[in-house]
């Protein structure tokens, strides 16, 4: 069957009605286009885990503070349905910008705490454009469940909060980090980096991996860790540190002691582009 790319949010419940009147399961896969490996990694889950795979695509102006790269946000929407329709993905949700914000449209969800901190403290508001509009994506799709990847990791804690504080009948999926050759977390962002920069951003993984390697070790200085993380980055040229985090997964809770399941998260900025990674680990004692 070819790849149907339905528009209108109310055509797009009809078919999803039609879908679970037959008895079949429904698997999302939100996304803003500029489709890479990581998002078609994301396509396969969905269909290991639901008999029908909706990716959604929309680049979501209400996650976008002014001033952030909502305009130049790489657009490829041809290309990124070939992709989907090779992955096995049978239909392609895209609406427009009035038809999922209409001029007086005025409710939104704030996720709170969990989404006002790390990213959502460097982007107010950020948490809030992507819960509302996941919430709309799970309800005009009525998916069974949603995929996201890792490497996003605040906002798969801010979504999977979302779900239980709002009773909403959806499973969320984790799905792990996929990476270039070279170990750099896939990112559609990655199209404002040049080559060099691309180069340059091993160092995020390296660091990570340091991070890890010191914890296997015994280290439990979260001061300490950082530390060492920071002077790896910095030693190449033109490589900052955003910021450098331990939360406990998966409610970013901040930890007195390093304990448990952890996120190390670690946003860096190259080129002007921040790139987001993160490990999470379990430690034992
Ligand atoms: O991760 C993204 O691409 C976006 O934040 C999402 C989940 C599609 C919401 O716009």
């Known amino acids: 069957m070819p790849l149907l790319i339905v528009k209108s949010p109310k055509k ?62 790489p657009r490829s929407f041809k290309s990124d349905c070939e992709k989907i329709e090779k992955a096995g993905a049978r239909i392609v949700f895209h609406p427009s910008t009035r038809d999922i914000y209409p001029e007086d449209y005025s409710t939104f969800i704030d996720p709170g705490r969990i989404g006002s901190i790390l990213d959502g403290a460097r982007r107010p508001g950020h948490f809030k454009g992507v819960a509302t509009i996941c919430a709309k994506l799970f309800n005009i799709t009525k998916s069974h469940i949603a995929v996201f990847g890792q490497k996003d990791g605040q906002q798969l804690a801010v979504i ?53 390697e010191m914890i296997a070790g015994g280290e439990r200085s979260t001061k300490t860790i950082e530390n060492r993380m920071r002077k790896l980055i910095q030693a190449v040229p033109e490589t900052k540190v955003d910021y450098i985090s331990f939360d406990r997964w ?36």
């Open 12 to 73: 797009m419940q009809a078919l999803a009605e039609s879908i679970r009147a037959d008895g079949k399961t429904i698997g999302l896969v939100p996304t803003m286009g500029a489709l890479h490996d990581g998002h078609l990694k994301l396509v396969d889950i969905a269909g290991k885990k639901a008999d029908i795979v909706i990716v959604s695509i929309f680049v979501n102006p209400a996650q976008f503070a002014p001033g952030e790269d909502f305009g130049k946000y």
């Open 160 to 212: 999977k909060r979302m779900v239980r504080d709002l009773n909403l009948d959806i499973d969320i999926i984790k799905a792990p980090i996929v990476r270039t050759a070279a170990g750099v977390a896939m990112s559609s962002r990655h199209s404002y980096l040049s080559e060099k920069g691309l180069e340059k951003a091993k160092v995020i993984r390296k660091s990570l991996l340091l991070a890890k």
């Open 250 to 285: 998966d409610d970013l809770e901040p930890m007195n002691k390093l304990l448990g399941r952890v996120m190390i998260s670690l946003v860096t900025v190259i080129e002007g582009v921040r790139l987001l990674d993160n490990e999470i680990i379990r430690i034992e004692n």
